[in-house]
């Protein structure tokens, strides 16, 4: 009974100090300070009490400590001038106060400060920092994640969290330790005699030397290191990622070559810190060599002349072989102190990033009654780029189905970009019933979109949080209603992962590798089918799909367009070329619109990429389509 109690009690104790920070707590997502300093202020902010209180702890529990060496030669010299059989009685007190000293001050305030930074500061403070910055840059543009490997991203996330942590908790136990014992050394030598101090003096002025000269190189290589590594973990995730076409084009041997530089960055930079690192520490086992000698030599020339005590003597070269005990542990927290101080700062330079593409302050959600789309004038470009939207008008009616034709690089694919607002239009404006969609919310903007596009990517989740990710709400039912209407019923009962689940709880794979092209649309046509948005956005929806398959899901693509705005894309004309309306583009500019047969009959561009197509690789089915 009583060893249950006290599993419970240490189970209490060790939930209050875990529950101290709640990593998930509810805070504003906005874009973490480019600055330093300001980045540590402002996730330390909110735990400021915390780290006061972690301060005092671990300083009552090094003062006891000194407390101790003091003590232990105080001992030394009562026992050399007091009778044994009274020792005890005439240091009763003093015994008494130095044994609460050693059996309850010191380990409480050791126990309550190793929690508070085991417990409560590592995870808590590491797990916020990743959280927050998380939820900023999963909010960041398209354009951000394409300029980027995402396993260097998904590095700095983790590594900054953890690399702030450490940078905290070295000033809380190390830093902080270090001025303690410096300024009760220095109390205690002025004590016993002043002249003590003269080695430790010139100790400091060389250990400060060492910092301040010395350590700040090992921030700047740190920040190599950390660069080196997120580069690294980066192409080793891109060859991962991209393995089916490592395979395909035989290239493992390039993809060493590719890592293998990687790698040899790492380790330059790696061996610089290193170096860096190792004349600290040279310069720190000298220094600590000359202190233990000087003191010793001091302390016995000043006890012969008669100014010191045996007891003194010991507390002098006791508390410096401390100090040589610590000063290289410290010199190590310092040194890790500054390489987490500099992988933060190369963490900055990734997280801190600002959005591009950001709602606006008064933005409020889009209210859909009609789903009419509206281009006025519109005008974008990539970065530098000549202008890939060139003065682009088009007005899409409530309920009207259009299809967007043109060669390749016309801008198809960046006109639909622009009405999910994955970049801001650089001229002119996008309206969905009137509302000007860099005004309303980003959320709600996509939330009424849906869209099944030619590269479907899907979650490395079960089948069947694929498929209610269109509405997280729906019901299995209705789940197993859109697998159907899909025609994605008919393989899913068949499929098993690698752990053994079936069915509609197997998973994918990353991105959803372990199905084919035609099953993960399938599975995206599904997902569209449940979220069953106003409007449909269809990009190249049957690509990947066997002429069976998309016979047979045509039709539900016909029921799922009944009533909704439609705007399809397609290199394939047939497939849209009963839309109510074609819009032909090229050069970010519409040159035709009209239906299928006034395009032919214009013999324009429209009719020779169709010619080209049914005289060509089409076949059949194709030609038929256009006799018919």
Same mark, same amino acid.
């Given at each position: ?43 330390? &902010? ?35 001038? @007091? ?11 003093? $015994? ?5 000293? %050693? ?38 543009? =398209? ?20 690399? =702030? ?12 330790? $270090? ?16 002249? =003590? ?28 290191? !950390?660069? /080196? ?79 010191? @005590? ?24 310092? !040194? ?35 789903? !009419? ?21 088009? &007005? ?16 198809? !694919? ?41 590269? @479907?990517?899907? $979650? ?22 859109? /697998? ?67 016979? /047979? ?6 029921? $799922? ?22 819009? %032909? ?5 519409? %040159? ?37």
């Amino acid at each position: 009974m009583d060893g249950h109690w006290l599993v419970r009690a240490r189970s209490h104790v060790f939930s209050y100090f875990e529950n101290l920070i709640d990593p998930l707590r509810e805070s504003a997502v906005e874009q973490p300070p480019s600055g330093t300093w300001d980045f540590f202020v402002h996730f330390l &902010r909110p735990h400021w009490r915390l780290m006061l209180v972690t301060l005092f702890f671990t300083s009552v529990a090094s003062i006891s400590e000194l407390y101790l060496y003091a003590y232990l030669g105080h001992i030394l010299d009562w026992m050399t001038t @007091t009778p044994p059989e009274a020792f005890f009685s005439e240091h009763a007190a003093g $015994l008494a106060f130095m044994g609460f000293i %050693v059996v309850v001050v010191r380990p409480v305030s050791m126990i309550i400060a190793r929690c508070l930074i085991t417990l409560t500061l590592t995870p808590g403070l590491t797990n916020t920092v990743r959280w927050q910055n998380h939820r900023y840059v999963v909010r960041q543009s =398209l354009q951000y994640f394409q300029s980027d490997f995402a396993g260097r991203v998904a590095q700095k996330v983790m590594q900054t969290g953890n690399s =702030l942590r450490e940078s905290v908790l070295n000033v809380l136990d190390g830093v902080w330790l $270090l001025l303690i014992y410096l300024g009760g050394i220095i109390w205690l030598f002025l004590d016993i005699d002043w002249r =003590l101090m003269i080695p430790v003096f010139f100790w400091i002025i060389g250990y400060g030397f060492v910092i301040l000269r010395m350590m700040p190189p090992v921030g700047s290589k740190s920040r190599a290191v !950390s660069e /080196a590594n997120s580069a690294l973990t980066g192409r080793i995730v891109d060859s991962y990622t991209n393995i089916q076409s490592v395979k395909l084009f035989a290239h493992a041997e390039r993809e060493e070559a590719f890592v293998a530089s990687g790698f040899v960055r790492h380790t330059q930079a790696l061996r610089e810190l290193l170096k860096a690192i190792l004349k600290m520490l040279v310069s720190l086992v000298v220094m600590n060599t000359l202190l233990i000698v000087s003191t010793a030599l001091l302390s016995i020339y000043y006890w012969q002349q008669g100014t010191v @005590t045996i007891g003194d003597i010991a507390i002098a070269n006791g508390l410096i072989l401390r100090l040589n005990q610590m000063s290289g542990w410290i010199l190590r927290t310092i !040194s890790a102190l500054f390489e987490g101080i500099g992988a933060v700062q190369n963490g900055i330079e990734t997280i801190s990033v600002e959005n591009k593409v950001l709602d606006s302050n008064s933005a409020a959600p889009l209210l859909v009654a009609d789903a !009419s789309v509206e281009f006025r004038s519109v005008q974008f470009r990539y970065d530098k780029e000549d202008r890939v939207i060139r003065d682009f008008s088009l &007005r899409v009616d409530a309920g009207e189905k259009i299809g967007i034709v043109g060669r390749s690089g016309a801008g198809k !694919s960046t006109l639909v970009n622009l009405l999910l607002r994955f970049y801001d239009v650089h001229g002119g404006g996008i309206f969905i019933d009137g509302q000007d969609i860099s005004k309303v919310t980003q959320e709600s903007l996509r939330a009424n979109i849906a869209m099944v596009s030619q590269d @479907t990517s899907l $979650l490395h989740r079960s089948i069947r949080e694929n498929i209610n990710y269109g509405r997280p709400d729906a019901s299995e039912e209705q789940i197993l209603e859109a /697998a159907r209407l899909a025609q994605a019923a008919l393989f899913i009962p068949e499929l098993v992962d690698n752990e053994g689940r079936r069915g509609y709880d197997a998973k994918v794979g990353e991105r959803g590798v372990k199905l084919s092209g035609g099953q993960r649309q399938r599975i995206a046509i599904a997902r569209v089918i449940l979220k069953d948005a106003p409007l449909l956005v269809l990009d190249e929806a049957t690509s990947a799909l066997d002429s069976e398959v998309e016979a /047979a899901i045509q039709d539900q693509l016909r029921d $799922l367009m009944a009533g909704k705005t439609v705007i399809a894309i397609a290199h394939r004309l047939s497939t849209i070329a009963a839309m109510d309306r074609l819009v %032909v583009m090229d050069k970010g500019l519409i %040159v035709e619109t009209g239906s299928h047969d006034e395009l032919l009959k214009s013999n324009g561009l429209y009719s020779q990429l169709w010619n080209r197509q049914s005289g060509g690789f089409l076949g059949v089915e194709d030609k038929a389509v256009k006799n018919s």
